[in-house]
């Protein structure tokens, strides 16, 4: 059996040692596990050319459901009881024939976004809260820093007054207020530098 992940180094020999190997003494079956960080590249290239791996495990359910819209997908009903997964963790898309079908299962989830506040009171945190101007936020992952960044921005969008449709109105507008809710379109080209504001970053 052929499992595609994007994992490699150190976790994808934890995920040999904890899954992989545990799974073959029980089954007798030979795992061939491939790890990369281009695992969308080779997936796109390997389903194209009709040799996609058994399994593949991806870091989140869009690109899998583009797979399945497309019938490369082979659904699970039968296979696995989505008992198991309630809720989102079940989630069933609509494949080739329009059906609503299960074709994933969760196998990890991973903590996003964590605001740390020391020792505050509750009230000293709520207070916080209504200035944004005044956090502080260090980050860093490499080359992927942008990710806890995006994911960090998003929360306090969310959160605001308008919910998701700030998030889904931010990329085409430039939020130039002083609190997120505040989100008003600016001319072309101009970003907006005052403290607790949030710009959006224009490409050149």
């Not at 590249?41 to 389903?47: E, G, K, P, R, V």
């Not at 005044?134 to 490499?142: I, P, Q, V």
């Amino acid at each position: 059996m052929s499992v595609l992940v994007t994992w490699t180094g150190g976790d994808l020999r934890s995920f040999r040692h904890d899954v992989i190997t545990p799974f073959e003494n029980r089954t007798g079956i030979r795992v061939n596990v491939q790890g990369s960080s281009a695992e969308s590249q080779i997936l796109a290239a390997d389903s194209d050319t009709g040799s996609p791996p058994d399994v593949a495990i991806l870091s989140g359910p869009g690109e899998l459901a583009g797979y399945a819209a497309k019938g490369r997908l082979v659904p699970l009903d039968g296979v696995v009881d989505m008992k198991d997964y309630p809720g989102v963790w079940g989630m069933r898309v609509a494949g080739p024939t329009a059906a609503a079908r299960s074709y994933w299962v969760p196998v990890k989830a991973d903590l996003k976004s964590l605001v740390r506040h020391g020792r505050l009171t509750r009230a000293q945190v709520e207070a916080a809260a209504g200035r944004p101007a005044d956090w502080c936020l260090g980050m860093g992952a490499a080359a992927t820093s942008g990710w806890p960044g995006t994911d960090w921005v998003e929360d306090i969008l969310l959160q605001g007054e308008n919910g998701p449709r700030s998030t889904t109105s931010w990329p085409r507008e430039s939020c130039a207020g002083t609190h997120p809710r505040s989100c008003a379109r600016s001319p072309p080209g101009r970003r907006s530098s005052a403290p607790g504001t949030l710009p959006w970053p224009r490409t050149p």
